[in-house]
């Protein structure tokens, strides 16, 4: 068992999952739990991932206001 730390490859290897399509899906009226099972996550992390990219945008839209 691994566990995260200053090895090279060590902890659990990321997801290959797309944040916009997730967002997308969310923003069509999927649920938060119905993504998770689609893309075989959890819903924390879905939530996550939808969180993270509501910040990316809204910055974003502020640098192109400036």
Request: no cysteine; charged share 25%.
């Amino acid at each position: 068992m691994t566990h995260g730390g200053k090895r090279a490859g060590a902890g659990r290897p990321p997801k290959d999952i797309s944040a916009s399509r997730v967002y997308s899906l969310y923003d069509s009226g999927v649920n938060m739990k119905e993504i998770a099972r689609r893309f075989n996550v959890s819903a924390p992390v879905i939530s996550r991932l939808i969180k993270a990219y509501r910040a990316l945008m809204r910055k974003a839209e502020s640098q192109r206001g400036q």
